[in-house]
């Protein structure tokens, strides 16, 4: 067997500054009826909020100084990330922070010079990756053809997260024989090309987007895209990671506000070890969960991932999921027959464990990948 060789992790200055005016910013932008005033909004966050967070310099954390950010890595996206997972705060934050880092690391030099300092001020793009809802799947059915200065896409993607609010799209496409990404404005599409889907998690906004007879430049395309692309799934599977941690804190939280407040028999239900022990289950695999994506933080860099960062974002995503899915199936449980009802916050929880687990990937498409990884 062998093992990974960088077990390292660190909670930087900067990620605990971040951290403490994320969770203040959060739970106060966030509270119960914010969330539920946005589930049947058409865009599904409050765009007051995403610009009281780009003021804030967040959009920029991870974006070269050269082009207005702050150069901190993607790490230091994570606390925030994470913080808004447990409060439940929804924007297209990771859509954008993804986007972001693929023009950081894929992108041309004019390309960057374009998009970059425009996505700190709040421009948002989004990856459109999905053929099918495999998230394991090695290859594209989109394709784009024709001569350099006029080439054509066709093809749909599904499920592209916040569709109806990005300004540009990432497309995975193939272009003679190999996989690339094109930068697609929104203003290219027809007018129909957009069907927003109603999702599981109603707090989160994805649609299919049809893509056939959009025309772009050679100049679209980035030079780096489709060998960027494996890192670009790392890092969406970390982010997820991130927030669902958040979340699976969340649930925990609902649960014991819940254990210590209501009453059976004239005791508090929390008094009872069938109550106590899954609690405890749920802390300790949420602060496992914690223990992987801040390690992973640690490690993810600006160039290439390595091995040891695979092996770290992986494993954050898989324990994640598992925590949150737990979390909230044990929130419902314990709030009986209320848990399942839209009252309850419990079902706001066991709907974004759902979501989580098929987002870049399950906890079995990455242990799975991971197995060749750890073992000879």
């Not at 053809?145 to 080439?151: I, S, V």
């Not at 929880?349 to 989580?356: D, L, M, S």
Request: net charge negative.
């Amino acid at each position: 067997m062998t093992r990974s060789a960088n077990l390292s992790m660190a909670f930087s200055d900067e990620q605990a500054m971040i951290l403490d005016s994320a969770q203040a910013f959060c739970r106060d932008k966030s509270d119960g009826d914010a969330v539920r005033s946005l589930l049947k909004s058409e865009t599904g966050f409050n765009q007051d909020v995403w610009d009281e967070m780009v003021a804030l310099g967040w959009t920029g954390l991870s974006i070269p100084e050269q082009f207005g950010g702050f150069a901190m890595g993607i790490g230091a996206t994570v606390p925030l990330v994470e913080s808004m997972g447990r409060h439940m705060l929804c924007t297209p934050y990771i859509s954008a922070t993804i986007a972001a880092q693929a023009i950081v690391r894929g992108g041309s030099e004019s390309q960057q010079t374009k998009w970059l300092p425009a996505m700190v001020q709040g421009t948002i793009g989004t990856l459109a990756l999905l053929d099918n809802e495999d998230w394991g799947a090695t290859s594209t059915s989109c394709v784009l053809t024709g001569k350099d200065d006029q080439l054509e896409l066709k093809g749909k993607k599904l499920l592209v997260h916040d569709a109806s609010v990005s300004d540009f799209f990432l497309v995975l496409a193939q272009h003679d024989g190999a996989e690339v990404l094109v930068i697609v404005e929104s203003s290219q599409l027809a007018s129909n090309a957009i069907a927003c889907k109603t999702l599981v998690d109603e707090t989160k906004r994805a649609a299919n987007v049809d893509f056939t007879g959009v025309t772009i430049q050679s100049d679209a395309i980035l030079p780096s895209g489709g060998a960027a692309l494996a890192d670009l799934r790392l890092i969406g599977a970390l982010l997820i990671a991130s927030e669902a941690t958040g979340s699976a804190a969340g649930a925990l939280d609902t649960v014991v506000d819940y254990l210590t407040t209501r009453k059976q028999f004239d005791r508090l239900i929390g008094s009872y070890q069938s109550l106590k022990h899954p609690t405890v289950e749920m802390l300790i695999q949420m602060d496992s969960a914690r223990t992987f994506i801040y390690h992973a933080a640690t490690l993810i860099g600006d160039g290439e991932l390595d091995k040891d960062t695979e092996i770290a974002c992986r494993m954050a995503k898989a324990q994640a999921a598992d925590a949150l899915s737990f979390a909230g199936d044990r929130a419902v449980q314990f709030h009986g027959g209320m848990g399942f009802t839209y009252d309850c916050d419990a079902m706001l929880y066991i709907r974004r464990a759902q979501w989580t687990q098929q987002q870049y990937g399950d906890p079995q498409h990455h242990r799975k990948l991971l197995a060749p990884l750890l073992l000879d």
